[in-house]
């Protein structure tokens, strides 16, 4: 290089990963990646910072609060998901990182929007409303479990329901729970137990699986054969955090097979203690009842006399009752003819000019009738007034102006641009409807 050539330009290190993000993101369109969550940070401001990894690689991902709240899963370290996201770089540290806009388990976006497909539909037909879920019996004398006879939840739920409430009988309708034709079988299985209604709560049970292991239960068909059924439906599928389509459609929601036999039945170790306890309150009773008893039976053996002697003495009462009987009528009938003369007299003194009284009764409704008319036509002429001047204040007539009301992710209504920020969400209200819209730049 010489005296006369120009000098290079030096770029600052703020420059260059600012051109290194601009040029990654222009090279790389928004993708979809698969790989397994590790070092998964949640942080206080509601962001995700975590790693997406496979066997030869590994990439940062942050994915911000405004879209991680879509997410209705919670994940966590060692899950395989599916992300799409914006190649990017982190200026502050000349990092590679992916900003991720949504997310999905692996492999399964087909099933999981089948899924929310379903639930969406069968939701708004009203099949999982809270008021069309029936009580389960308090103590059901017959409980029907639809499961394979093979299954490892079949035995769980008949030993708990052993050890629960042994005197109920049950009746186990087999089905396969898995693989091509176990739905119709499913529904074959509810339709027989509510046609034969030998059973007065029906367990709907599975062990834990896959969401294709556990697909059955996700079909259509099953859930109207669950909401047709006569018998109330306790649904125990899969493991706690497996939610099947069926679950929703029961009227109760165990999280194991287990846990559906516990809803069915109550505790029958408590009921005996409780018996017990009751057996001897009612015991202890019994014994202060005939202590009671022996009691007032010797008072009364003690106040007994002769029935000759009990007759005189009555008649005797008998006879003064009468002489005081008669006495006090005489007194009475004297007491209550003076009464009645008297009133009499003041009657005859005080009788009412009722004519006088019903000319005054008219002249009183005709001036009600006109003060009614007055105050009603004062009152509808304000009404008017005060509903011209609402008119005027409705900010739903200014909207229709063209106007509109802008409000930022907090609610707040913005006033001045510098209240928000570029690439931050606000609602913007209109006179029909509104929108939802992102700041790209604000101008002053």
């Not at 068909?221 to 909401?227: E, G, K, L, S």
Request: hydrophobic fraction near 45%.
């Amino acid at each position: 290089m010489t005296e006369t050539d120009p000098a290079p330009r030096v770029y600052t290190v703020s420059e260059l990963n600012r051109m290194a993000r601009l040029a990654v993101e222009r090279a790389l369109p928004v993708a979809w990646i698969a790989g397994e969550i590790s070092n998964l940070t949640r942080a206080p401001s509601g962001h995700w910072y975590f790693t997406l990894k496979d066997a030869q690689a590994a990439v940062r991902c942050a994915m911000f609060r405004n879209r991680n709240q879509f997410v209705d899963w919670r994940p966590d370290n060692g899950m395989q998901v599916e992300v799409r996201a914006q190649a990017t770089l982190y200026e502050a540290r000349g990092e590679f990182q992916l900003s991720v806009e949504a997310m999905r388990r692996a492999g399964l976006g087909a099933l999981f929007e089948a899924f929310q497909r379903l639930k969406e539909k069968l939701e708004r037909e009203g099949l999982f409303d809270p008021a069309r879920k029936r009580a389960l019996p308090a103590q059901p004398a017959a409980i029907g479990v639809v499961t394979s006879p093979r299954a490892a939840a079949l035995r769980d739920v008949l030993t708990t329901l052993r050890r629960r409430w042994p005197l109920a009988r049950v009746t186990i309708y087999p089905t396969a729970v898995q693989g091509a034709g176990a739905a119709d079988q499913i529904v074959q299985a509810i339709a027989v137990a509510g046609a034969r209604a030998e059973c007065e709560v029906l367990l709907l049970v599975r062990g834990g699986g896959s969401i294709e292991d556990l697909w059955s239960f996700n079909e259509e068909t099953v859930a109207r054969a669950i909401a047709a059924c006569p018998l109330p439906v306790v649904a125990g599928i899969g493991h706690e955090t497996d939610f099947t389509i069926a679950d929703f459609a029961a009227d109760r929601r165990a999280p194991t097979p287990t846990g559906a036999a516990e809803l069915a039945t109550p505790d029958g170790e408590a009921w005996r203690r409780r018996i017990e306890t009751l057996g001897r309150a009612l015991g202890g009773e019994a014994r202060r009842r005939l202590d009671s008893l022996a009691q007032r039976l010797d008072g009364l053996a003690r106040r007994l006399r002769h029935p000759a002697a009990q007759l005189a003495g009555q008649g005797r009462h008998l006879g003064h009752l009468a002489q005081r009987l008669q006495l006090a009528g005489q007194a009475t009938l004297t007491r209550q003819r003076g009464e009645l003369a008297r009133l009499t007299a003041r009657l005859a003194a005080r009788a009412p000019a009722v004519d006088r009284h019903l000319a005054g009764n008219a002249d009183l409704q005709r001036r009600l009738r006109h003060a009614l008319a007055t105050d009603l036509a004062r009152r509808t002429a304000a009404v008017a007034a005060q509903a011209d001047h609402l008119a005027h204040l409705n900010p739903q007539a200014v909207l229709g102006r063209g106007y509109s009301i802008v409000r930022d992710g907090a609610g707040r209504i913005v006033r001045d641009s510098r209240q928000v920020a570029p690439g931050e969400a606000i609602a913007i209200t209109l006179a029909h409807g509104g929108l939802a819209a992102e700041v790209k730049d604000r101008l002053s």
